[in-house]
């Protein structure tokens, strides 16, 4: 092959990967997991409250998939 057509193929490459890299890790990262899931078991001043106050029924969780922000109630 010639040099410049090698040198050519360097560079797609080199290119493609700069593009594809950030693409597979928002792709592959994108969402809520398993670690949001469990936020709620894992947050003790949740049962921190007055020596009056009744607690009320069972907590729950939920994760926004395109924001990934969890709400803890």
Known sequence: MKRSTIAVLVAAAVWGGALIVPVAFFVLNYGCDADDGRLVDSLGILDVRPASATPQEGRDSSCDED??????W
């Open 67 to 72: 924001d990934r922000i969890t709400t803890i």
